[in-house]
């Protein structure tokens, strides 16, 4: 998105520079890669870097509104209530789709949010690392708000740990050494001290929770859960784990309650140029003429799953639950990143913290994904190059 970056980039890139970048990856985490890094970053300049953040803002005015938390009470699954929740999530992600406006301009349009963490560490490992094998300007940056290593990962650590010790708090996951984002696990474990945990691997005493770790029962005083219900609902092997939404004497980051609280569901009251029109399905009075610009997304589920793209009149009349169904204006992502073949498609993930004492949540660092199918996301990328995930340098100066 900044031409001439891109074209410096690309004339500079070599097979070779990329798979030494791999190798180095490998070295550090053996086998611990299980998703596509892409070739390139993606580059923004301030304008468009800023045009994200004052979505972002627009949507933390509803989620710092008192009545928040009453307007999003019917997005919790009644069996998936956990005890305990806190004021606030402490993690936030908002995703938005690199589009063109009317006047060929790139502009930013929020695809989803969620109130749950995601590669935290790991972007700030991999860019890093990417930058010894490739040359990024020296004004750009994969962090916002004067973050630098140092100061992100300082701040990371206190925000996971929470004043206990490390071994007092752990990585909450499903199969952690099995996840294809395990990676990040690891990044994390070596820059905070948190051990990544097997939720089937939790001892429970009365209303308290333990783990061995290394082989000694230990506390847990502090969750950073990673654990999707939908993946636990998948889960058949896990039936004797501990029910998590019993009411643990634990502290959680960022609370599984926020999950579903900022989510599609907060889509619908958010209003913003760069926010598509997003209607619950039960309230829709009349079926859009231009249905084919519309996409389908059911509220309760994660990574894409149940989407419909192409929506045919056929498509509305079989859902019986339309008040757990949004239907949202179809987000046009541009062509937009010249690679060796076609061009791809981008996606950014802006990645806020909430440290509790803050009034407001801010941004800390980032994320991006690229692809050349029709959704971003490894199934619709296969036996394709320059595709997965990314980063993004923003211009600081």
Request: contains cysteine; charged residues 25%; glycine residues 4%.
């Amino acid at each position: 998105m900044v031409p001439y970056l891109r074209k410096t980039f690309n004339e500079a890139f070599t097979a070779i520079r990329y798979q030494a970048f791999l190798e180095d990856v490998n070295r550090d985490y053996p086998g611990a890669l299980a998703f596509n890094i892409a070739e390139t970053p993606v580059f923004a300049d301030k304008a468009f870097t800023q045009k994200m953040l004052d979505a972002c803002e627009s949507i933390i005015y509803l989620i710092t509104h008192p009545d928040f938390k009453n307007i999003t009470q019917r997005a919790i699954p009644q069996n998936e209530n956990v005890p305990g929740e806190t004021a606030h999530s402490q993690m936030i992600a908002f995703d938005f789709g690199v589009c063109l406006n009317e006047n060929g301009e790139p502009e930013p349009r929020l695809i989803e949010m969620q109130g749950f963490p995601t590669l935290f560490g790991f972007q700030a490992y991999y860019p890093e690392l990417f930058k010894k094998h490739f040359n990024i300007p020296e004004n750009y940056s994969h962090y916002l708000n004067g973050y630098d290593q140092s100061s992100y990962l300082d701040m990371l650590k206190k925000l996971l740990l929470g004043g206990y010790p490390p071994e007092n708090v752990v990585l909450l996951e499903i199969k952690p050494d099995e996840q294809k984002t395990k990676i990040d696990f690891y990044c994390t474990r070596d820059y905070t001290g948190i051990q990544p945990v097997c939720l089937s691997q939790l001892i429970a005493e009365g209303k308290n929770l333990f783990y061995l770790n290394n082989g000694k029962k230990t506390a847990i005083k502090r969750i950073y859960n990673r654990v999707i219900f939908d993946d636990l609902k998948s889960q058949q092997d896990l039936k004797n784990a501990i029910d998590i939404t019993a009411a643990w004497d634990v502290e959680w980051i960022p609370h599984p309650n926020w999950f579903y609280r900022i989510s599609k569901f907060t889509l619908p009251f958010i209003h913003h140029p760069f926010v598509p029109k997003t209607y619950f399905l039960n309230e829709v009075k009349q079926i859009p003429r231009d249905l084919e610009n519309y996409v389908l997304k059911p509220l309760f589920s994660f990574a894409g799953q149940g989407v419909i793209i192409d929506i045919e009149p056929p498509d509305l009349d079989k859902i019986k639950d339309p008040e757990n169904w949004i239907l949202q204006h179809k987000v046009q992502y541009a062509d937009i990143i010249p690679t060796p073949d076609v061009p791809a498609k981008a996606e950014i993930r802006l990645m806020y913290v909430w440290p509790d004492g803050d009034s407001r949540p801010h941004a800390a660092i980032n994320l991006a994904r690229l692809s050349k199918g029709k959704m971003i996301g490894v199934r619709y990328n296969q036996n394709k190059t320059w595709v997965g995930g990314s980063v993004c340098f923003f211009e600081t100066y």
